[in-house]
């Protein structure tokens, strides 16, 4: 008898939503049954999201969200949960990047980084999290799900991306700690780490020359796609993954073995 994942029932907000990887896990926790709150700063693009999963049958609502200002966390969980219910699923997904040496950050590269993936990462976990536990879990197994997006790069050194590594290796002590303080309230922590993946941020580098070298340097010669998370991404937000709690997962095609 086969056997899938399903969310029915459940609210699912993700952030970053508008494009990349946060798109693609709104459609896919959509897919599997929940409805998703789409969260992030460019509403127009939510928008045009939301009318392709409500074309396929699901559920999605639209808030505006900007990571890097506590009172629009704090607006943008209390209208979703007035929109579409409680939250029961986080993907915690907001994040920013920059390519230079560490010589050469500058006081505004690091607040632009830490200010949307760690610091923002964390203020929406609490509210989220504060939430959660005024509800309690209402059973004896964990009832919800906070997945941080972090990064192989915050486990391994990378060159030129060093100040976005260590702001993702922030995020997975984060995770940690959150899970270990927030297990008892009935809320299950855990952190994705994906490698290197296609998406339209960075489409455009995989055929240039230093990209192409870059590909060449991976373990099985290719980048992935935001599809090849979709298991890990279902497995953490359903009710299978109940004993799972500070697991932190890399999906980087083994790069991480190099």
């Known amino acids: 008898m086969g056997r ?12 970053g939503a508008s494009s990349g990887l946060g798109k693609r896990f709104a459609q896919v926790l959509s897919q599997a049954g929940a409805k998703v709150v789409l969260a992030s700063r460019r509403v127009e693009r939510l928008k045009e999201l939301r009318a392709e999963i409500e074309a396929g049958g699901g559920a999605a609502h639209v ?34 990047s920059t390519t230079q040496k560490l010589a050469d950050v500058t006081p505004a590269d690091f607040e632009y980084v830490f200010d949307t993936n760690t610091r923002g ?92 070298k870059l590909i060449a340097m991976l373990p099985r010669h290719r980048v992935g796609t935001p599809a090849d998370l979709d298991g890990l991404l279902l497995l953490l937000a359903a009710d299978e993954s109940a004993f799972m709690n500070g697991s932190i997962i890399t999906a980087d095609d083994g790069f991480a073995l190099t």
């Open 121 to 212: 990462a964390f203020f929406v976990a609490q509210e989220v999290a504060k939430r959660m536990i005024m509800r309690g879990s209402g059973g004896s197994k964990p009832a919800y799900r906070i997945i941080n997006i972090a990064s192989v790069a915050g486990l391994s050194v990378l060159p030129q991306i060093g100040l976005y590594g260590i702001s993702k290796a922030a995020v997975v002590h984060m995770t940690k700690a959150m899970a270990l303080e927030w297990g008892r309230h009935g809320i299950n922590v855990n952190a994705i780490c994906p490698g290197y993946i296609d998406t339209e941020i960075n489409h455009h580098h995989w055929s240039t020359e230093q990209g192409q």
């Open 4 to 15: 899938s994942i399903n969310l029915e029932g459940k609210v699912a907000m993700i952030t």
């Open 63 to 96: 808030v505006s969200l900007d990571v890097t200002d506590y009172q629009s966390i704090r607006s943008a969980v209390a209208h979703a949960e007035t929109e579409a219910g409680t939250i029961d699923i986080l993907v915690n997904n907001s994040g920013v």
